[in-house]
């Protein structure tokens, strides 16, 4: 028999999680719930498995910048075949990585606030 916490929970890993982070940080005022993306930023609407009604950003609905297209401003030192490093201008990058449709995320309910926090994957 095994010693393994996860293992007397039912359920996937998504599910095992919900179960955990509700009995360890249990608070009646916010919820953590799974949501499929339906329609991809900038336009977001989500639906969550619990009831299947869509949300969208006119709902108080809010998206991590992470899960978004959206640019930083980065530096870069560059190796050089000499054994040193070149020092690198600030460039302006894009990050790629919005969520598309399909896509599960981890929604934080607050009454009628909705924050997508993350993406889950397998």
């Given at each position: ?10 359920g ?19 919820s ?17 498995d ?8 006119q ?13 930083r ?32 995320v981890f ?6 606030n ?5 993406k889950?994957?397998?």
């Amino acid at each position: 028999m095994t010693n393994d916490k996860w293992a007397s929970k039912r359920g996937g890993w998504d599910s095992q999680l919900v179960q955990q982070i509700r009995k360890i940080g249990f608070n009646k005022d916010v919820s953590v719930e799974f949501a499929t993306v339906k329609t991809p930023p900038p336009a977001l609407v989500i639906e969550l498995d619990r009831d299947g009604i869509p949300i969208d950003m006119q709902d108080n609905l809010t998206i991590a910048e992470h899960l978004t297209e959206h640019t930083r401003l980065m530096s870069f030192s560059v190796p050089v075949t000499t054994g040193g490093t070149a020092n690198a201008n600030k460039h302006t990058v894009t990050i790629h990585g919005a969520l598309q449709s399909g896509d599960r995320v981890f929604v934080l309910i607050d009454g009628n606030n909705y924050f997508v926090i993350d993406k889950a994957v397998e």
